[in-house]
């Protein structure tokens, strides 16, 4: 039998894996949104006689794509650091076994005090 403590510690786990879900599908939704924006105004007639002489809708078209940009960059430096992440514990892994044959312990060292 489960204790109150355990059943209110996997309901909070189930709730952050429901709120990163959500956050994930609502980054996705606007990924496809800012494309279509992008892909259905992108030969439009220009009415430069906003601010500065700019077109209202190149301006949005520029904020998107860069915008997506950016998210483009920041998930290819989040994966190149689970990449390196990843490397870096595998090789610590593997030099550390080869460390384990040389213990205190196995080379019969008496340590005193």
Sequence with gaps: MQSAKQINMRNK????KVFALIVLVCFIILSLFSEAFILTHDEHEHGHNGFGGSC???VQLNNVENLLKQLVMAAAVATLGVISLLTTTAILYA???LLGLYTPVKLKIRLNN
């Design 13 to 16: 786990q189930n709730a952050k």
């Design 56 to 58: 209202a809708l190149c």
């Design 95 to 97: 030099v550390s076994s």
